[in-house]
């Protein structure tokens, strides 16, 4: 079984600060990652995607890389802002060659909560 | 456009009663979720729907039902509601991806339903 880990469960930073958000995974047969920002009392947003094909994505002052084989995704954030403040959370979908149902879901992180301090 | 939308934002039940969750969506999409999140455990998936009609189990199902009457809405129920279900529950929905075998595509989030059983 999938399993998402996400560790610091919470981070905090002063305003200006590049930082680094990390994603591990146990089984490397991905089809694809996603990032997803969450304000409190909010839903998720989709911040990036990342195909099992692709190393990296890069979204304004966010880039996200993806190693399969290590099991490992980061999330950089340049320059970080107080509006960055959030939990951020990751998510992996199974390659398409586990047979189709719950097994081909989404299976996510439980999130790293950044602060950015001004 | 409104998105995904919930009902209710909170509620707050007795041991035993029970209730129906609301989601409805206004982007045409074909697949529909339900989540719940819990204190440090990120999201999982309760029911999904692959088009008006049908639905399938996730990978925590006890104790809920769905319907998906409508290609717009998917409904959650609680037919006798415990203390364990108490969490915060989200729904989602995504188009169908081009594989035609599964959603590749990025997840719409509803704000979140917050449930409490007493």
Not at chain 1, 58 to 70: E, I, Q, V
Not at chain 2, 27 to 37: F, K, P
């Amino acid at each position: 079984k999938q399993e998402v880990t996400q560790i610091p469960a919470a981070l905090s930073v002063p305003e200006g600060e590049n930082l680094v958000l990390n994603c591990s995974f146990t089984d490397s047969a991905i089809y694809n990652l996603q990032w997803f920002r969450q304000d409190p009392g909010k839903g998720l947003t989709s911040l990036l995607l990342i195909q099992s094909s692709q190393r990296e994505q890069t979204s304004g002052r966010l880039n996200a890389s993806l190693d399969k084989s290590s099991g490992r995704s980061t999330l950089y954030i340049a320059a970080s802002q107080p509006g960055d403040s959030a939990t951020y959370l990751c998510a992996v979908r199974p390659s398409l060659s586990f047979p189709s149902g719950s097994a081909r879901q989404l299976t996510f992180g439980s999130g790293t909560q950044l602060t950015v301090l001004p | 456009n409104a998105g995904v939308t919930q009902t209710p934002k909170f509620r707050v039940l007795k041991t035993g009663q029970s209730m129906t969750l609301l989601c409805a969506q206004d982007m045409n999409h074909e697949y529909m979720y339900w989540y719940r999140q819990d204190p440090g455990m990120g999201l999982r998936l309760i029911h999904y729907s692959v088009g008006e009609g049908t639905t399938a189990k996730g990978e925590v199902p006890d104790g809920y039902n769905v319907s998906r009457l409508k290609k717009q809405n998917f409904l959650l129920g609680l037919e006798s509601a415990a203390p364990s279900q108490t969490s915060v529950y989200f729904c989602a929905s995504s188009r169908r991806g081009t594989s035609g075998r599964a959603s590749t595509d990025t997840q719409y989030f509803g704000p979140g339903t917050r449930l409490t059983v007493l």
